[in-house]
């Protein structure tokens, strides 16, 4: 693959921690377990509690509805534990001041920032003033931290919380490096003459996508596909819808967006169904094609302008409804992000209130916007693609 070509990492959302008093041991003692079940060493196990309780004590003492995310990383080869803190105030004017070992004050998170940031293979922060403060803290082995460093900031990284009162989410997102079908495998975008060609809805039940032209998807060996299901409703049914979505994804071997859709929704029958939104972005055409059914807003944004474009998805349900599919398409700016959300975030967030976000990872801008525009009473689920484009 050439200089440009992306990073990808799997993500799995293990637990929200946000009860105050017990927000430090109960992290600590979570991440402690976590470390160890996927293969970290007793140092590195022992660094991993010590950056955790850090970063929860800071929230208990000093931050207004903070809370803290654990979750594993993937790699093909390795696996790592990564923490998010997530809170609505009081924020820090000055991070780098804040990363000072032993600054402290009322009305701060500095006690043990510094600390945090000397233990993570990779740590950022992202503070509104009065608003709020993300932190990212990443964990590997030694081996694979020189791994992962060779390989450089995942371009794809996502964030999702169960509504209030559940355990778990009914959204999800995934996200896979686009490419050829398998050699041997029937291809989404078939030329043979029509007459030739087996019915496409006698093959799938699904509804046939509209006609595209030839150039619809072009060979790009940086090209990612992406996508976020929502599953219709909340609990365990729309958690199983969400992840029977994103198994269909990363099996299926379609290239355009409405026909990774199609995949989507044969994998979806039968059960709970969702809102379900697909982009590809190529990097080298520097364009973002985009197919979505249901709740789900879709944005690309220009660091240049602070704009953002809307990516309109179609009335129906995948799984149940599936309207007739169109790919639209969008430039893509350069240093751009496309940012896909559920509908358990508003839409009324703008890149103009959140100045420097785009300046850091994929990960503290999701849960940035996760803060920002997250509500209680719906599950929430955001994924950001930011890649060296």
């Known amino acids: 693959m050439g200089p440009m070509s992306p990073t990808l990492l799997e993500s799995e959302d293990v637990a929200w921690f946000r009860d105050e008093e017990a927000l430090p041991s109960a992290a600590r003692g979570a991440a402690s377990a976590l470390a160890r079940r ?31 995310l654990l979750r594993v990383l993937r790699t093909e080869t390795d696996a790592g534990l990564e923490f998010i803190t997530v809170d609505a105030g009081p924020g820090m004017a000055d991070v780098p001041h804040a990363l000072t070992d032993g600054m402290s004050s009322a009305g701060t998170l500095g006690i043990g920032l510094g600390a945090i940031s000397r233990l993570a293979d990779t740590f950022d922060v992202h503070s509104l003033p009065g608003r709020g403060t993300v932190l990212a803290a990443r964990f590997w082995s030694r081996d694979a931290a020189r791994r992962a460093a060779t390989a450089g900031e995942a371009a794809v990284a996502g964030v999702t919380r169960a509504i209030s009162g559940e355990d778990v989410c009914g959204d999800a997102w995934a996200a896979r490096a686009a490419g050829p079908p398998p050699a041997g495998a029937a291809r989404d975008d078939d030329r043979r003459p029509a007459a030739a060609r087996p019915d496409w809805a006698t093959l799938t039940g699904a509804v046939r996508p509209s006609a595209l032209p ?10 990612l596909l992406l996508m976020l299901c929502d599953g219709l409703g909340h609990g365990p049914l729309a958690a199983r819808a969400a992840q029977a979505a994103v198994a269909a994804f990363r099996a299926g071997r379609s290239q355009r967006p409405e026909a990774v859709l199609n995949e989507i929704h044969l994998a979806l029958r039968g059960g709970r169904g969702g809102a379900v939104a697909v982009v590809r972005i190529e990097p080298t055409a520097r364009r973002v094609l985009f197919c979505g059914v249901g709740n789900v807003s879709t944005f690309v944004l220009d660091p240049a302008t602070d704009g953002r474009r809307s990516l309109a998805s179609a009335p129906g349900i995948v799984g149940h409804h599936l309207p007739t599919l169109r790919t639209v398409e969008q430039p893509l700016p350069r240093n751009g992000a496309v940012i896909m959300h559920s509908d358990g975030l508003t839409e009324r967030w703008q890149p103009s209130a959140l100045p420097g976000l785009l300046q850091h990872p994929p990960v503290v801008v999701a849960a940035q916007l996760l803060r920002e525009a997250a509500v209680r009473r719906d599950d929430a689920g955001v994924v950001v693609a930011k890649g060296p484009w």
């Open 214 to 223: 030839r150039s619809e998807t072009t060979p790009d060996p940086d090209a």
């Open 38 to 68: 996927i293969g970290l060493d007793d140092r590195r196990t022992a660094e991993i509690a010590l950056a955790v309780s850090e970063a929860a004590t800071n929230l208990r003492r000093h931050a207004v509805d903070g809370s803290l």
